[in-house]
Every structure is written in C-alpha cells, then in structure tokens.
C-alpha cells in the first residue's frame, strides 16, 4: 500500500476587509455585539467585483504548489469542492486546470456543501493509494458566498465570507494517511443552502419574481445539538480506523463557523481548547475549504503540526453532510 502525504498547504483571502459595522450598515439593524459575543466573527473578506471562485482556488493553490517545490504541469488530478462554482456547469475545476496551466491533470468537482473539502481530501488520498501512475494530486476548496448573500436575512448576511484553501497530495515513505469517516443526514437537505438556479427552480421569469435571484436561505431550523450528538461519532469513525484515540490528536481543525462550538466541543471530548486553531473571528464563515484555511494559518503562526503530529478535520455543511479524516503530520 503506497504512503500518502500532505506535501504542502495553501490558502488566499480576498483584500477587502469588512466589518461587523459595514455589514449591520447593509442589513440596516446592528447585530455586530451579538456575532462575536456568540459566533466569534468579527470581520471577514469579500472579494473584488471581478474575481470569482476559482480565481480564488488558484491563488491558494498556486501556494501549495510552490511550498511542494512542483509546478502545475506535475499535477495528475485536480479536485475542487465548492457550493458556489463559477457556472453551474461546466465543472470550477476545469477553469481551475486552465488557469493553472496543468495540461495533464484531470480534474472534477465536488459538491457537498461544507463537509466538501475533507470529502475531497479523502478521495484525493484513495486516488494515489490505487493508482500507481499517479504521484500528485492537488485538493482545493472555493468559497465566494458574497454573491448569494440577502442582506433582508440577518441570520445568513452576517456570517458568510470568502476565500480557499488547498492542499497537494503525495506519496512518500512514512504513512500519512491514517484513516477517514463520512457521515450524512439528508432530510435536512431542504433546511440550508442555495435553492434557486438548479432544475428544483429554475431562473425563469416567474421564478426569479416570485424568489428573487440565487441567494442562501434558512428554510428551517437544525437541531441546536446536532454537534454535540454528531461530531463526536464522526470523529470516532475516523480514529477508530486508525486505531487512535482522542487524547492521541494533536491538532483540530474543526468547521469555521462558531467560536462557540469549538469551545464546547474540546471540552466535551476534555482536550485542551491549544489543540484546536480558528480563524473566523477575522475571515468570517468560509465553507468547506476553511478547514485547510486553518490548517494553512495555524503553520503561518507558528502554532501548525510538527513532523510526527497526529490532525485531524471534522467538518459538516447543508444536507447535512459530514466528514472527518486523520492525518499524520509529514510535510516539512
């Protein structure tokens, strides 16, 4: 069985910064004490007019690539996860591989909302693990949900921001690939997320009158213990694979969403609130690549994984999916 690695870490955040105040200003009511006191967010990035998805997966990807000491022309395989792709079809990846410049990589998309990143992660790994032909795969996840936010919804308008983040995948002769788990729970499939635009409903005139254009919803509420109850399983499915217990990780990096939930979930599985990292407070609500975004940030800071490190991701989105894997730390 070959030995895959996390060769290097990329991510990229739009120049504008905007604050909690610019935001309430949009929305017209002041919800800036509330956020960081209960969410953590106190400002985020927005990018510029004439940026898109995956102008923001290249630069972070275009990181990953140098820190690996490869080219784009090396890249076997491209896999991008995002739920706000440049165009519903054809796929991000495909103007990501152009942009690039990674002629002869393939490349596909995946769409599972906010666990979309680890999922990716996982299928990049079980890719080089099977096929010998391959030696790099880049993973990267985008995330432009300024262009879907309805600033009449202050439950959505607040959180959301900008950015991506990227791995490259490799092969190597330590282990670094330990073990992963996905787990979902579909009747909230209905519940968060960007309803107008596919064939559920489309953009015709009627539509687009009645709904207004694409934007992201709250249609109904999640069970405000769906953490506590679920993401203890999820990770334990990944550990149990590796034949590893909590106390074993020597690194979280949890879903960006809430400060809050990161706090109450170190301590409920008693691990030193030290072992997670979060960048929220300045980067807002990121989507599926914030988990590598913290990861990319973490090591920036001084504060990542050292060589031997155990990491591990939990990450869940809309639908609700959900995605956990465990990681051994090899990248120099």
């Not at 959505?156 to 983040?165: C, I, K, M, Q, S």
């Not at 405000?224 to 990770?235: D, G, I, S, V």
Request: proline letters at 4%; glycine letters at 10%; one cysteine or more.
């Amino acid at each position: 069985m070959r030995n895959i690695q996390i060769l290097s870490t990329g991510s990229y955040v739009p120049e504008r910064v905007v604050t909690n105040a610019e935001v309430d200003a949009m929305m017209g009511e002041s919800t800036s004490e509330w956020l960081e006191a209960n969410v953590g967010i106190k400002e985020r990035r927005w990018m510029a007019p004439e940026q898109v998805t995956s102008d923001l997966i290249v630069e972070a990807s275009k990181k990953a690539l140098e820190r690996a000491g490869i080219t784009a022309a090396d890249l076997d395989l491209i896999i991008v996860s995002t739920d706000t792709p440049d165009y519903l079809s054809p796929s991000t990846s495909i103007v990501v591989q152009n942009k690039l410049g990674a002629e002869k990589a393939g490349c596909y998309d995946i769409n599972s909302a906010c666990a979309g990143w680890v999922t990716a992660l996982d299928q990049g790994a079980k890719y080089l693990m099977t096929e010998p032909q391959m030696k790099y795969i880049l993973v990267a996840g985008g995330y432009g949900m300024s262009r879907f936010l309805d600033f009449k919804d202050k439950k959505t308008a607040n959180l959301f921001a900008d950015g991506a983040g990227a791995v490259v995948l490799g092969v190597g002769e330590e282990q670094g690939f330990l073990g992963s788990n996905l787990l979902a729970v579909g009747s909230f499939h209905d519940a968060l997320g960007i309803y107008t635009g596919g064939t559920y409903r489309p953009c015709t005139p009627e539509n687009m009158a009645q709904f207004g254009g694409p934007k992201v919803e709250f249609v109904k509420k999640f069970p405000k213990t769906f953490n506590t109850e679920y993401w203890p399983k999820l990770m334990q499915g990944a550990l149990d694979k590796a034949g590893l217990k909590f106390d074993d990780v020597n690194h979280y990096y949890f879903t960006q969403l809430n400060l809050r939930t990161i706090e109450f979930m170190m301590d409920l599985l008693k691990q030193p609130l030290e072992k997670a990292h979060w960048v929220m407070d300045k980067w807002g609500y990121t989507g599926s690549p914030c988990v590598v975004m913290a990861l990319d940030d973490s090591i920036a800071q001084g504060k990542g994984p050292k060589s031997g490190d155990v990491i591990l991701f939990c990450a869940s989105g809309g639908g609700i999916t959900m995605a956990s894997s465990v990681w051994k730390w090899t990248a120099k």
